[in-house]
């Protein structure tokens, strides 16, 4: 990604004069499965829907700044009031305001990585100091007496459950005593929470724990990643912030209109997650096997697969970059190279896809592995 020219640095605010802009590394692909999409088509009722809700819009007037017809969807859905409901720009936006109305200079943020990047991004443009307690560098649990003993003295705590990219869940236990232990705010992000065995969501935990956030959005089970939109459900009192920080009319109409078809047949999505569910053993099940008998190269970690409640898997291959750019340039195939990140070398992230997607990976890896070995 470009750097800032030397008069933009000397322009912009000092923090920023460094800064890394995310990098989704997007490549125009036949089978895109990098950024942990849902790669099915929307059911065809949920897409007429949304076709005829979208041209009944109008365009010449202001969106309605809270969403609140979307807000009471959502309530209703999960069982809260339209009060406990922001509705933002995609989760990211809900993370920024996060991150803008609770850190700032003199803030720290307890990120516990491996995790999403754009956490401590969000923090690094709010002037938010990170302290990072890592999660275990096999299991990937977190490491909760450090955890705990962080979340003491920290302004906020960010927890991924399922986590992104290691598939693991945060339980409601750990979730409840790092609400006990912070004195500030918790953010559970349940990004991927449709996509976990039923009753994992600590939603459950928030009539207790006033400094709860949970996060969601409609970008991964609910088909929607272009569409833009995520929401916090939180005490009245935290929603006040969210919604005294946002900008107006960040949710436009047609967003709204296609998030409040999602809400209403959210049922209809509910064979497409138990497919993705399935697919994803069997792609758990066929790595395994594939990944089986190859050796670690010297100096490598040995090849793994992680289980996942989420849509995706987190596996680790000999030459895992290459591999990654090969998949790419000889079968156009998309997968997310983590192998330089910290805590997750020779590691990548493939989205599950339908099940057609899915074999062309088996394919295709089981052959880059087989030359790799030679
Ligand atoms: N949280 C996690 C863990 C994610 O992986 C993502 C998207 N990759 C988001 C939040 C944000 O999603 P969106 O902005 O599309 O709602």
Redesign the pocket.
């Known amino acids: 990604m470009a750097q800032l020219s030397d008069r933009m640095r000397a322009l912009v605010q000092p923090h920023l004069a460094s800064i890394e802009p995310y990098d989704p590394a997007f490549t125009p692909t036949r089978i895109n499965l990098s ?2 999409e849902n790669t099915y088509p929307l059911p065809p009722t949920v897409r007429t829907a949304i076709d005829d809700a979208l041209s009944a819009t109008p365009l010449n007037r202001y969106p309605d700044p809270m969403s609140n017809r979307l807000r009471d969807l959502i309530a209703a859905r999960g069982g809260h009031s339209r009060q406990q409901i922001c509705v933002g720009n ?4 809900l ?1 920024f305001n996060f991150l803008m109305a609770f850190g700032g200079p003199g803030r720290t943020l307890l990120n516990c990585p491996p ?2 990047s ?1 956490y401590e991004f969000f923090a690094s443009v709010n002037q938010t100091q990170v302290e990072r307690v890592w999660r275990d560098s096999v299991t990937f649990e977190l490491d909760m007496p450090r955890t705990l003993e962080a979340a003491s003295h920290a302004n906020m705590v960010i927890l ?1 459950s399922p ?2 990219p290691t598939g693991n869940l945060v339980s409601a236990q750990e979730v409840e005593q790092v609400c006990e232990a912070c004195p500030g705010m918790v953010m559970v ?1 349940e ?2 929470i449709e996509f976990a065995d039923l009753g994992s969501s600590v939603e459950a935990l928030l009539p207790n724990h006033p400094n709860l956030v949970v ?1 969601h ?4 089970a609910f088909g929607e ?1 272009g569409v ?3 929401y916090v459900v939180a005490a009245h009192d935290v929603i006040d912030v969210f919604a005294a920080v946002r900008q107006i009319y960040s949710v436009n109409v047609l967003t709204q209109a296609a998030a409040e078809v999602a809400m209403r047949l959210d049922v209809m999505f509910e064979p497409i997650v138990q497919q993705i569910r399935s697919e994803r053993e069997r792609m758990f099940a066929a790595l395994q096997t594939l990944i089986e008998g190859l050796g670690a190269a010297s100096g490598e970690l040995a090849p793994a697969v992680w289980p996942s409640q989420g849509n995706f898997l987190l596996l680790r291959v000999p030459g895992a970059a290459d591999v990654r750019t090969r998949l790419r340039d000889e079968y156009s195939i998309l997968a997310r190279d983590f192998s330089a990140a910290p805590g997750l070398a020779g590691c990548l992230r493939i989205t599950v896809g339908t099940p057609q997607e899915n074999d062309e990976v088996l394919r295709a890896l089981s052959q880059l592995l087989k030359e790799e070995r030679s």
């Open positions: 950024a942990n995609g989760g990211d936006e993370l995790a999403f754009e991924t986590n992104n992000d990004a991927y996060l959005t409609l970008s991964k990643a833009r939109c995520g």
